[in-house]
């Protein structure tokens, strides 16, 4: 089968990471790179890639339609708003690394055939793709769970300018999708750029307010969901099994980046792509079979 | 005239993790009804990481923020209402829109001193809805004064009114304030505030020299009523100025009585110099009157700060304590006057 054709619309952090993990990919080949500044450390990293780039961000797609299936889009949120129904107009399967919550939310080790079926899908954020799984596990065994919390702590280093100018859109989105995904009435996400050098790895803390925990069962979701995330990214670590102590569950994540655009402390950026190639793969697969 | 100084008062945000975040929405309404028209600029409310931090991680608030604004609003008539809130933790939807819609004043938002571009969206947001708002660069001793600079100026393009600094670890000595404050002034626009904490006993001396380099907000707390070793206490800065003959609008009796009446007592918080002391000191009072300060306040029904005072004036020295009773009860003849027209007269 030859491999589907995909576009990249952002040269960030997110895009070229993407990129990188693009090239590794047995079904999708990038067939565009595009942007908006041709020196742009993200556009001249694709450069000596020998990927085709463009300078003229999503007019690129709209004058070449034919150059792509699958869109990846690693702007912004505001950005995503004003590309959504233009990408949805050329038909193409979109999939929005922004935390825009335009399309369905994504997080592939929970929903993915479901997104599959849509023409638009989210990714919600690196926060809620490393936490939101270790959630539903906890959910899975406790629907009654009262209450969700995150904490994402990401280097500032890994946090490129998107990011930054997306922190409320960030915050908002990971919380919404705690609450869609385990059903849970109230939850809490707090994200914190931590500016150390050495950059510090991608942690993360998940808090569940659950009355009478059944804590070997919940240990037991947890480790399982760990299994399956290690499967589409490979640096995923539950750092702290689930305690329970002082009325909470309390759980640890790290990401150890693969090291593909940035050093292995922007697991941040693993997390996401790994699971926008995920389910771009998938759906790759499923075109390719028809 | 109006004093070219503002005072932020945080005691109701930053003490709220003296307390665990169980400030009692009776206090918030208590402390704000007092405090009106002591001559504050504003009053900061909430949380103490701010709005939308009341979370497992930090702590959970005893009161929902939205109960904490209504409470403040209800009682501020004259001094304006403030909040702050530190991106990550709160959002537009969640915490802005709803604090705005409760009718607050003053928005102050924070991030690390290194982070200034998370706070992008919610300043901008803010200004274009008319709020006054400022940047908050927390941890300041962290970065150098050209860093913080070039933060401060993000914060300035993205339209705040001004940038408080904090030392959020109380880890500046003064020359590191001067070095900060002073190049921030220098080279932007922006009103420029310090928040001290107070973990070497530099609080007050920080916010001095913080004043002598150019900032004009002084962002603290009565009693120095905040998170770890406290902030610098409002109350001693404002008496401080007030003996500088820089601050008249202010009504430090009522400060004093504040610190008393609901930090001391109502809080049960005893950190920090206590009313006598500080008045003591600025009367230039031997410290050790005290008790007998006390005592003829009690037995000649006066206010003991009044009795410091006339003791100042009357450049009295240790070993006079005979003095103190022949005050007090001169000073329970006279007529009842304004408190703080007596204190400005007092030391002029």
Redesign the interface.
């Known amino acids: 089968m030859s491999k589907v054709k995909v576009a990249i619309i952002g040269t960030g952090n997110i895009g070229t990471d993407l990129l990188v993990k693009i090239q590794r990919s047995s079904v999708l080949e990038c067939f565009l790179f595009t942007g908006r500044n041709y020196d742009s450390p993200g556009m001249r990293f694709a450069a000596n890639l020998g990927v085709p780039l463009s300078d003229q961000s999503i007019d690129a797609i709209i004058t070449d339609p034919d150059c792509c299936d699958i869109v990846f889009d690693a702007t912004s949120a505001a950005v995503h708003l004003v590309h959504a129904p233009i990408l949805k107009g050329l038909s193409k399967f979109t999939v929005d690394l922004t935390p825009s919550l335009v399309g369905e939310m994504c997080i592939p080790v929970i929903n993915l055939e479901e997104c599959l079926t849509k023409d638009n899908v989210n990714m919600v954020t690196c926060g809620g793709q490393a936490t939101v799984p270790i959630a539903y596990a906890i959910a899975s065994v406790h629907p009654d769970t009262e209450?969700f919390?995150i904490?994402a702590s990401i280097s500032?280093k890994s946090a490129g300018?998107g990011t930054?100018?997306?922190?409320?859109e960030?915050?908002?989105t990971t919380?919404d999708a705690l609450i869609k995904f385990t059903g849970v009435k109230n939850a809490?996400a707090?994200?914190?750029?931590?500016?150390a050098n050495p950059p510090v790895l991608m942690h993360n803390?998940i808090?569940a307010?659950v009355g009478n925990p059944n804590m070997p069962e919940i240990c037991r979701s947890v480790k399982n969901m760990e299994k399956r995330i290690q499967e589409y990214v490979p640096g995923y670590r539950v750092t702290l099994d689930p305690v329970y102590e002082n009325g909470?569950i309390t759980t640890m994540v790290t990401v150890v980046g693969r090291g593909d655009y940035l050093p292995e402390y922007s697991g941040n950026l693993d997390i996401i792509t790994c699971a926008a190639i995920q389910i771009a793969e998938k759906y790759a697969m499923r075109e390719g079979a028809r | 005239m109006k004093d070219d100084i503002l005072l932020f008062d945080a005691t109701l945000r930053d003490g709220s993790h003296a307390v665990k975040h169980q400030i009692g929405i009776d206090i918030f309404a208590e402390y704000c009804r007092q405090i009106d028209d002591a001559g504050l600029y504003c009053v900061i409310v909430g949380h103490g990481n701010g709005l939308g931090a009341s979370s497992l991680q930090v702590g959970l608030s005893k009161h929902t923020d939205e109960e904490i604004i209504r409470a403040a609003r209800a009682n501020l008539k004259t001094t304006r209402l403030g909040v702050y809130m530190i991106p990550g933790f709160g959002t537009i939807t969640d915490n802005l829109e709803p604090a705005m819609e409760a009718g607050v004043d003053v928005f102050k938002i924070g991030c690390h001193c290194t982070e200034a571009d998370t706070t992008r969206e919610h300043i901008e947001f803010l200004v274009k809805n008319n709020k006054e708002t400022y940047g908050v660069l927390m941890m300041s001793h962290m970065v150098t004064p050209e860093v913080l600079l070039e933060q401060a100026r993000k914060m300035s393009t993205y339209g705040a009114r001004g940038v408080v600094v904090m030392d959020s670890a109380g880890a500046m000595l003064p020359d590191d304030v001067k070095a900060r404050i002073g190049n921030l002034s220098r080279n932007t626009d922006l009103l420029i505030g310090f928040h001290a904490h107070n973990n070497m006993s530099m609080a007050v001396a920080n916010t001095m020299a913080a004043l002598d380099s150019g900032a004009s907000i002084i962002d603290g707390t009565l009693r120095g009523f905040g998170a770890g070793a406290g902030n610098c206490p409002l109350e001693i800065a404002c008496a401080i100025l007030q003996k500088q003959g820089k601050l008249s609008d202010v009504n430090l009796y009522k400060l004093m009585d504040i610190c008393d009446d609901i930090i001391e007592k109502k809080l049960n918080y005893t950190q920090g110099i206590s009313t006598l002391s500080l008045i003591s000191g600025m009367s230039g009072v031997f410290s050790a009157f005290s008790e007998h300060v006390k005592r003829a306040s009690v037995r000649f029904g006066v206010d003991p700060r009044d009795i410091f005072i006339e003791l100042g004036k009357r450049k009295v020295i240790g070993g006079q304590e005979d003095m103190v009773v022949d005050v007090a009860m001169n000073l329970s003849q006279k007529n009842k006057i304004d408190d703080t027209s007596y204190l400005l007269e007092s030391l002029l």
């Open positions: 209450y919390e904490v500032s300018p930054r100018a997306n922190i409320d960030f915050t908002q919380k809490k707090i994200i914190t750029l931590n500016p803390t808090y307010l909470r």
